[in-house]
């Protein structure tokens, strides 16, 4: 199986995210730090759905954000 993964290319894209491969000895921290980077990329996506949602709105109102 680990011979396996190693023929696999080193980091796969996404249009949303990448997920890249954790290389031997990095462990957890590897993988926290992939956590972390998902939660601020979700957080800027919800950020950017927000902002849409409130012009979509404020458009419906006659209005427009600054």
Known sequence: MEHEDAKLASTISFSF????KVE?????EG???RGNEKKRKE???MRKR???EED???RRGGQFRD
């Open 17 to 20: 995210f990448t997920v890249t």
């Open 56 to 58: 979509e709105r404020l």
């Open 24 to 28: 031997e000895g990095e462990g957890e």
């Open 50 to 52: 927000k902002r849409e």
């Open 43 to 45: 957080k800027r996506w």
């Open 31 to 33: 993988e926290e730090e």
